[in-house]
């Protein structure tokens, strides 16, 4: 029986189904199965591409920040040398309280119930000065008192009677009598007071015997003459040495009723004695009146820094103006000594004894200068600097010049013909 054309047409159209449909479970198992090359290459890692950043157009600031102590200037000792006293160094008043100030040309202390009068002065006191004294303490002890308007006649190295008058201002104008002499010396004014009127008395007896002799007529008076001239050698000596006595008997200076400090007004900081207790080295500890913060730094850094630098304080928040005052050396380290330009009541006492950080710019740019991080520059074969720029997926190697470098940046400037401009994204990482 011959199957007929529309019965051969459902047969094909199965048989293709069929085809088919096997042919799409082999394409589907042949999807499932691979090279262990082929599964190696699907599960590695993706592969690097380059992490960049865009040229920056920035101010770079290069500055020294640290954290530093507040604290008045200048600290120092403040001795009395007593070894001129003949009787024990009893503190008998004026004794200070802390933070108080002590003035040039006043009682700092009082010690057996003589003032000790603050001087300002680079030299100690280490004797007792007096009419016939010469040196550089006598010059300026001169310079002092004519700066202070005790006039002491001519200021040079010699103590005179004007020093000595100069002096006794000094002790009046801060409320006690003047030192007295050695009671030697004005035994010897004494002595040579009476030889002066001695030598008057033998003058005026000379000087009537030869009136007499004149009056009597006689002949020869040489001799009387002769008596009269003695006499008044003797009152012209007796004179010279009256004053002499004078003289080395003026207004003395006493050792331990002075004490030179470098500078003046000054603040307390530290009192050592008490009233009835007895003077045995350092009296006090004071400071200057102004109120400076200091911080440590190496070698390095300190010689990046000077006197006269800007820097800020911070407080509380609050960014106050300040200047270096002074860079020194503190055994291996170095003292920077920062001075705030002006202090408010309220800014003095938060800032009084505080640790405060400190900032003092450096070295600036002159306004914005193309900058990129440190991250991105690299040496090239000539040992120049350069960067790595990503331009339309290529990366092109640009020499540059280094400038400034400041928080992680460094400024850059692109080398001959070689182009940089801010936005260029550069290789910081792989």
Partial sequence: MTASP???????????????????????????????EDAAAKTAPPKASQITVPVAKKVLSSKVVGRGDASFDGAVNIRVETSGLTTPAIVTGKVPTVGSTLTEGKALLEITGRPVIGLAGVLPMYRTLSPGSKGPDVLQLEQTLDRLGFDPGTVDDEYTLDTS??????????????????????????????????AKNQLRQAQAQLKAAKAAKAKDTSVQQGAVDDAEENLADAEDAESEAKFKAGTPLPVSEVVYVKTLPRRVDDVKVERGGTVNGVVMSASGSSLVVTLKVDAETAQRL???????????????????????????????????????????????EANVRVTIPVKSTSGKVLAVPLAALSSGSDGGSRVEVLRNGQVELVPVTVGLSADGFAQVTPKGDAKLIEGDQVVVGK
Wanted: glycine letters at 8%; charged letters at 25%.
């Fill in 306 to 352: 000077k006197a006269g630098m800007v820097a800020s304080l911070d407080l509380d928040g609050t960014a106050i103006a300040a200047k270096v005052r002074r860079v020194a050396k503190n055994g291996s380290t170095y003292d920077v000594v920062v001075a705030p330009n002006t202090l408010t009541a309220s800014q003095l006492a938060l800032l009084r």
């Fill in 165 to 198: 008058a100069a002096v006794e201002q000094l002790y009046e104008d801060a409320g006690y009598d003047a030192p007295e002499p050695e009671e030697r010396l004005t035994q010897a004014v004494d002595q040579a007071k009476k030889q002066v009127d001695a």
């Fill in 6 to 36: 529309k019965s051969r047409r459902r047969v094909l159209v199965s048989v293709a189904g069929v085809a088919v449909v096997s042919l799409g479970v082999g394409v589907a198992a042949g999807s499932r199965i691979s090279s262990p």
